[in-house]
Nanobody, 115 residues
Framework: QVQLVESGGGLVQAGGSLRLSCAASGSGRGINVMGWYRQAPGNQRELVAT???????NYADSVKGRFTISMNNAKNTVYLQMNSLKPEDTAVYYC?????????WGKGTLVTVSS
């Protein structure tokens, strides 16, 4: 079992920055992929960015060039640096970890971007 704990959400003005962190504890050895998803009110949960244990990254088109995902393998921690934030980035951001065939989710952290 893996527990994921997110931190770093909050309220920021448009154009500002936030850094999200997610620490995996428990049976975190062998996690293949970690990532961030988000869900805005009335919308489905969507991919924001993922990173593999080898360092390969994938981003949603809407955040490319503004968000950067990184991972500290030794600490089983994934980060999401969010720059040039827009009101449409407002959502609950969820951390995700995969170790086939299992997937784990954090409880989410709220990011609110004011215009």
């Amino acid at each position: 079992q893996v527990q994921l704990v997110e931190s770093g959400g909050g309220l920021v003005q448009a154009g500002g920055s936030l850094r999200l962190s997610c620490a995996a504890s428990g049976s975190g050895r062998g996690i293949n992929v970690m990532g961030w998803y988000r869900q805005a009110p009335g919308n489905q949960r969507e991919l924001v960015a993922t990173i593999t244990s080898g360092g390969s990254t994938n981003y949603a088109d809407s955040v490319k060039g503004r968000f950067t995902i990184s991972m500290n393998n030794a600490k089983n921690t994934v980060y999401l640096q969010m720059n040039s934030l827009k009101p449409e980035d407002t959502a609950v951001y969820y951390c995700n970890a995969k170790r086939a065939p299992f997937t784990w989710w954090g409880k989410g952290t709220l990011v609110t971007v004011s215009s």
